[in-house]
């Protein structure tokens, strides 16, 4: 078995989620770790390490087996200089060379990829997007983040900054993001952003069913809003269409740009159905290019939270040479 298994890793901000597979993408091992609590560097990056090698022995293997190691985070992953140049989720990690420090601790070959981008290549290769050649993921939950799979291969762009659909402006001068610019579409169509607009609608006193959640000390998430809009509350409706108006507006831009065969959402806002992808799809026909819009399709994604460690997966297999 020596130098035949690989590890995956999807690191995020509360959880670290490890799997150890074949060479032909057979998962053997898998499990979700905690992410240190507002740990130093140091300790995230030993946490990663030590998932790997708890995984090696539940399989019976040794550190001698593993061939190498994929890590998938959040955040600008600077593919020239191999940095993580911010990471929204873990702050810690800014400005280490990932790569290099986890290699250290595994003592084997490991290739670092922004969370979406590797996302995008698992549904290409073995989700929704499978067959295709021209893929734009996208993610729509606490945030928006996306990759693109142009020609059948990953497009990271000049530094690996590519597919911040997320950070593209809607609304200039509109509410701060994260980002720390303004009017980004996530300030508006994320999970994170249909709440804050439902809260601020209850807080106005707007007559809404949502409010009977608040009441009850409730959270109020994206979920009781498409929940809401669902049974018919105008308020949840109006939140709803904003976001989808806003989110079909950045898709219909980027398929004029790229003319992709398919775009695939996943993400807990794609768990709201047909509420979501019916006025969506309707955008995309009726704003895009008749000539472009045609042949796109809308898929939602198939491997949830596998997305990830599966893209990490074909990444290493491509730049181990193993792919067929």
Not at 66 to 80: F, K
Not at 182 to 209: D, F, N, P, W, Y
Not at 235 to 261: E, M, Q, S
């Amino acid at each position: 078995m020596q130098g035949k298994l690989l590890a995956a890793v999807d690191v995020g901000g509360t959880k670290i989620y490890t799997v150890i597979a074949d060479q032909n993408n057979n998962i053997l091992a898998k499990k979700r770790f905690r992410t240190p609590a507002a740990a130093d560097p140091q300790s995230i990056i030993t946490e990663i390490a030590s998932s790997v090698l708890e995984l090696l022995k539940n399989v019976k293997a040794e550190p001698e087996d593993l061939s190498a190691a994929g890590i998938c985070v959040a955040g600008y992953y600077d593919w020239q200089r191999k940095i993580l140049c911010n990471s929204p989720n873990l702050p810690q990690l800014n400005n280490l060379p990932l790569e290099e420090v986890i290699a250290k601790e595994l003592g084997v070959p490991v290739l670092v990829e922004n969370d979406a981008n590797a996302a995008a290549v698992g549904e290409t290769r073995f989700g929704a997007g499978k067959g295709f050649r021209d893929v734009i993921f996208v993610t729509v939950s606490t945030g928006i983040g996306s990759g693109l799979v142009l020609d059948g291969r990953l497009y990271r762009g000049s530094h690996g900054f590519s597919g911040e659909i997320g950070h593209m402006t809607v609304q200039p001068g509109g509410l701060l993001c994260g980002c720390g610019r303004h009017g980004c579409l996530e300030t508006v169509s994320s999970g994170k952003a249909m709440a804050r607009s439902a809260r601020e609608a209850i807080k106005r006193g707007e007559k809404t069913v949502l409010a009977k959640a608040a009441d009850r000390g409730g959270r109020i998430t994206a979920a009781e809003v498409f929940a809401a809009a669902a049974e018919g509350d105008q308020v949840a409706a109006g939140i709803l269409d904003d976001a989808i108006k806003y989110l079909g507006l950045c898709l219909v831009n980027t398929i004029n740009l790229l003319n992709p065969a398919v775009i695939i959402v996943g993400g807990g806002v794609a768990e709201a159905g047909e509420v979501f992808f019916l006025p969506l799809q309707a955008i995309l026909a009726s704003d895009a290019m008749a000539c472009t819009s045609d042949p796109v399709l809308l898929k939602k994604a198939e491997l949830g939270a596998e997305a990830g460690v599966f893209g990490m997966l074909y990444l290493l297999k491509e730049h181990l040479r193993l792919c067929d």
